[in-house]
């Protein structure tokens, strides 16, 4: 295997891991808590989920011939919680398979190719860590948001507390 398909390929693995770790986040909390907001200028896990797949729908369509800011994308109305649960999943679910189809169509000669985003010019390597990136960034705030909503009854997504020596190898 050589470097380009190797990045690739852990590139997908990388993506994959944070989508699941959001989506056991999401698997913990109830319908209310999907549109619950902190305060007035914080985004609730609906909002971030909404942000994040009109992103990568953006980002991943016609992502080696188009700007990956596409001209139909409203962005400000990705901040405003008007979707159901099941249209936020369905949306979330869409973005999140643009990503995938994309990625597993490139090859190892596209990683040095130029795109654009938002009229400024990347490598496809450099937008694949971009996004990777913004993503994560914003995983961490579903998780934030859905580890503070179930409190006691939050399920770890990793090492729970006091129990590192359990992880140690033998």
């Known amino acids: 295997m050589n470097l380009g398909r190797h990045f690739l390929d852990d590139a997908i693995k990388s993506f994959k891991k944070g989508k699941a770790l959001a989506d056991k986040a999401i698997a913990q909390i109830e319908e209310k808590d999907f549109h619950w907001q902190p305060d007035n200028e914080s985004n609730s896990i609906a909002i971030v989920m909404k942000h994040v797949s009109g992103n990568m729908i953006s980002r991943w369509t016609d992502f080696l011939t188009t700007d990956g800011e596409k001209k139909d994308r409203n962005r400000d109305t990705e901040f405003v919680d008007d ?88």
């Open 83 to 170: 979707k159901s649960v099941e249209e936020l999943m369905a949306f979330w679910d869409r973005g999140w398979q643009v990503l995938f189809n994309t990625l597993s169509s490139l090859n190892e000669d596209d990683l040095l190719k130029t795109v654009y985003i938002r009229a400024e010019p990347h490598t496809v390597v450099e937008a694949i860590n971009r996004q990777m990136t913004h993503y994560g960034y914003h995983i961490g705030q579903i998780v934030y948001l859905a580890k503070h909503l179930r409190s006691e009854n939050w399920k770890s997504l990793s090492i729970p507390r006091g129990k590192s020596a359990d992880y140690l190898p033998k």
